[in-house]
C-alpha cells in the first residue's frame, strides 16, 4: 500500500529539511510510489534527484540510479551519506575489492540507492546481481544521453532499453532538465516510456541574468569582472585545454584563486581540483565542457563562457550551473563570429552527412541566439518549445539596453526584392553578390547579372549586407532552411511588406569594436542583484559562513552539505533565537538540527565574532567594468 500524503511530508520534513515540495515534486514523487512510469522535465536547480530519493526511502527494494558521470555520483552519496541514507555508487574509479564490498551491500539488502553508470549496468554479471535483487524502481538521470539530437549524445544509453526486458515489473523514471521536443520523443522511443506520465516544468530560470558580451579584450573583461566578486564561486568555460590552462594562470597571477580543468590531467589531479572547487579552496574553475555535468554545486555565482559554446542545449546546461539554490547569479557569453566559424570548419570535416546536419542547425541556432537583439530569456525558452508568460525585472543585457532601431525599408526591400528575383533557391552569400554585382562564376552561370536587382545594393558592404540579412531573419521577413545551403526564402509578412510598402525598422548592429555594450555597470559587489540586505545582516551572513567552512573543513565535506548559501541567508534573516525557530527555516532538518543547531545559534546570539580583513580592494589594472 503506497505511503499517505502526511507519511510522505513527515520523510520529505525529517530527512530532507523541507516542508513543502517545489513544483512537480511532488507529482513525481507520487507517480514513482505508485509504480507508474515517468518522464521528468525539470529545470537545473529543480530539485530531480530528490524526485527519485525520497521515493526510494518510502518503497521496498533497491532504486537504481544510472548516472552519467563518476562526479556527480559521488556528490550524490557524499550528500546522502550525510543524511544518513543508505546509498552507495559502483565505478571504475573503484578497486575491484571494494566493487566487490558494495556489490555484497547490495546482494545483502544493506543499500536503499545504488549509482551505477549504464555500460557497467548492462555488463552481465552486474544484471545477474541485480536480478536477485528486489528492484523498486530505476531512475535514468540526465536521459537527454539517450538522444542522437541532443547535445551529450551517448551511445552507451541506448542499451538501457534491455530494463524493460529484463526488469518487466520494475517502474522506470527518466530526468532531465535539456529536452527540446525532438529529444523529448527520443527518449519516449529509445526508453520505451510510451504510457510514462509527463511532467514537464519550466524551463525558466528567473534567478540568472543572461548577457552577450563582444570578444575584445576578452580577458580584460573577465579578471575585471572575476575581480570584484573575488569571493564568490564562479565556472568559466573554454573550447581548448589550453585556453584553459592559460586564463586560468593569469587569473592566479592577478591574485584569483583559480585552477583548470580538462580531460588532459591525470584522473586525480581532476578529482583533487573538483573537490577544491567545491569545497570552496578554488574559486574560480576554468574548464573546458567536461567539467560540470551533475557538480551540484548550489552557490555558483556566475557561469562565463569565453569561447562561443557548439549548441543551445549545452549551453542552457553549462549556464545552468549558476545559482542552483536560487539566488540571483549571473551567465555571460563573449562572442565573436570567428567563434562559430572554427566549429563550421570542424562540423565540415564529420563523415556523416546526418552528423553533419544537425551539427549546423544546432551552431545556427547558437549563434542566431548570441547576436539576436531581442529578449534572450525569450529566445532561450522558446527554443525549448515555452513561451515566456512573465519577464523578470532583472532578465537580460538586451532587456536592460534595448537596440536602437532605425529605418531600414529601402535596404530591406533590396534585398527581399533581390530573394524572390533569384527564385528563391540560394543562401545569402550568392544573394548579396547579386545586390552588390559581384561578377563570380555563380552569377554568370545562373544569369543573374541580367536581373533588375544585379548591382543596386553596391553602395553598401558585404558586412551591412550580412546583418541586414540576418536582422531579416530574425524579424520573420526571411526564412532560412535548416539544411547546410541555409537557402533563403521571403515569408508572408515579407511578401506583406513588399506589396505594401510598409516601413521596416531594425535594430542598429553595434560598432565593431565599441565597448559599451561589454561595459555595463555591475549589478552589485557581489556581482548579483535582488534586494540589498541591511549591512547587519550582511555582516552576519558572512559570520555563518565562516562558522560553516569550519564545520566544513573539520567533517572534509563541501560547505554546502552543511548548509546553502539560501539557508545561510534566511538564518541571517529571520535570527532564530532556539532549535524551534531554526527547524522552521528550509533546508534544517533533524539530522541538521542536531548537528549543527548550537554553534550556529551561538553565532546568531552574539552576531558573529569580527570579520577577517577584507581583501584588497583595487583590482587589476585595465579592463571593462561591467
Given at each position: ?113 545504488l549509482y551505477v553508470a549504464p555500460e557497467r549496468l548492462v555488463a552481465p554479471g552486474f544484471l545477474r546481481l541485480l536480478q536477485r535483487t528486489p528492484i523498486a524502481f530505476f531512475a535514468v538521470d540526465e536521459a537527454h544521453c539517450v538522444s542522437e539530437w541532443g547535445h ?475
Amino acid at each position: 500500500m503506497p505511503p499517505t500524503r502526511s507519511e510522505i511530508l513527515s520523510k520529505l520534513e525529517t530527512t530532507f529539511g523541507y516542508s513543502e515540495f517545489r513544483p512537480l515534486q511532488a507529482e513525481a514523487v507520487d507517480t514513482i510510489l505508485s509504480g507508474r512510469d515517468a518522464f521528468v522535465l525539470l529545470p537545473t536547480g529543480g530539485g530531480k534527484s530528490l524526485c527519485y530519493q525520497l521515493p526510494a526511502l518510502l518503497m521496498d527494494g533497491l532504486a537504481v540510479v544510472v548516472s552519467p558521470l563518476i562526479a556527480l555520483m559521488k556528490d550524490q552519496v557524499d550528500k546522502l551519506a550525510q543524511l544518513g541514507i543508505a546509498a552507495t555508487f559502483v565505478n571504475s574509479s573503484l578497486e575491484p575489492d571494494e566493487i566487490g564490498r558494495r556489490q555484497g551491500a547490495v546482494a545483502r539488502g544493506e543499500v536503499k540507492l545504488l549509482y551505477v553508470a549504464p555500460e557497467r549496468l548492462v555488463a552481465p554479471g552486474f544484471l545477474r546481481l541485480l536480478q536477485r535483487t528486489p528492484i523498486a524502481f530505476f531512475a535514468v538521470d540526465e536521459a537527454h544521453c539517450v538522444s542522437e539530437w541532443g547535445h551529450d549524445f551517448r551511445p552507451e544509453y541506448r542499451e538501457l532499453n534491455r530494463l524493460r526486458e529484463l526488469f518487466p515489473d520494475a517502474p522506470v523514471a527518466a530526468f532531465t532538465a535539456t529536452a527540446t521536443e525532438r529529444v523529448q520523443g527520443d527518449i519516449v522511443r529509445q526508453l520505451g516510456l510510451e504510457r510514462a506520465r509527463l511532467l514537464k516544468g519550466s524551463f525558466n530560470r528567473p534567478n540568472l541574468h543572461y548577457a552577450v558580451r563582444p570578444k575584445q579584450a576578452t580577458y580584460e573583461q573577465l579578471r575585471t569582472y572575476v575581480w570584484r566578486r573575488r569571493d564568490a564561486s564562479g565556472i568559466v568555460y573554454c573550447q581548448s585545454r589550453a585556453t584553459t590552462e592559460e586564463v586560468a594562470r593569469r587569473l592566479r597571477s592577478d591574485g584569483i584563486q583559480a585552477a583548470a580543468y580538462h580531460a588532459g590531467l591525470e584522473a586525480e589531479e581532476r578529482r583533487d581540483r573538483q573537490d577544491d572547487f567545491i569545497a570552496g579552496r578554488v574559486k574560480v574553475v576554468v574548464a573546458t565542457i567536461a567539467f560540470g555535468m551533475g557538480i551540484d554545486k548550489p552557490d555558483v555565482r556566475f557561469v562565463i563562457h569565453y569561447d562561443l559554446p557548439k549548441n543551445l542545449e549545452g549551453y542552457y546546461q553549462e549556464s545552468g550551473r549558476a545559482g542552483r539554490d536560487g539566488l540571483p547569479s549571473d551567465c555571460i557569453l563573449f562572442f565573436s563570429r570567428g567563434d562559430a566559424v572554427k566549429y563550421r570548419q570542424f562540423i565540415d570535416e564529420k563523415d556523416s552527412a546526418a552528423e553533419r546536419q544537425i551539427a549546423i542547425r544546432q551552431l545556427r541556432a547558437m549563434t542566431n541566439w548570441a547576436e539576436s537583439p531581442t529578449c534572450r530569456r525569450e529566445a532561450l525558452l522558446r527554443y525549448f518549445d515555452e513561451q515566456l508568460t512573465e519577464r523578470p525585472a532583472r532578465c537580460c543585457d538586451n532587456c536592460e539596453h534595448p537596440a536602437e532601431l532605425a529605418d531600414y525599408t529601402l535596404e530591406a526591400q533590396k534585398l527581399l526584392s533581390c530573394v524572390i528575383r533569384t527564385g528563391e533557391r540560394f543562401g545569402a552569400a550568392h544573394v548579396i553578390d547579386v545586390l552588390r554585382g559581384e561578377e563570380t562564376d555563380r552569377v554568370e552561370r545562373f544569369g543573374h547579372a541580367r536581373l533588375s536587382t544585379y548591382g543596386i545594393g553596391r553602395d553598401r558592404g558585404k558586412d551591412e549586407w550580412r546583418y541586414l540579412a540576418r536582422a531579416l531573419v530574425g524579424a520573420g521577413y526571411l526564412a532560412e532552411s535548416p539544411d547546410e545551403y541555409r537557402t533563403l526564402t521571403v515569408t508572408p509578412e515579407g511578401n506583406q511588406a513588399l506589396s505594401r510598402r510598409a516601413t521596416i525598422k531594425l535594430p542598429v548592429p553595434p560598432p565593431a569594436a565599441s565597448p559599451a555594450r561589454g561595459s555595463r555597470r555591475p549589478t552589485s559587489a557581489a556581482g548579483v542583484a535582488g534586494p540589498p540586505a541591511s549591512p547587519a545582516e550582511e555582516r552576519l551572513f558572512d559570520h555563518l559562513r565562516a562558522l560553516r567552512k569550519r564545520l566544513a573543513d573539520e567533517r572534509n565535506v563541501p560547505a554546502y552539505v552543511v548548509f546553502p548559501d539560501a539557508t545561510l541567508r534566511a538564518m541571517a534573516a529571520q535570527r532564530p533565537v532556539d532549535r524551534l525557530q531554526m527547524s522552521n527555516i528550509a533546508g534544517v532538518g533533524p539530522a541538521k538540527l542536531r548537528d549543527y543547531a548550537d554553534p550556529f545559534l551561538a553565532v546568531i546570539a552574539t552576531d558573529g565574532p569580527p570579520a577577517s580583513p577584507a581583501a584588497p580592494a583595487t583590482p587589476p589594472t585595465g579592463g571593462h567594468l561591467f
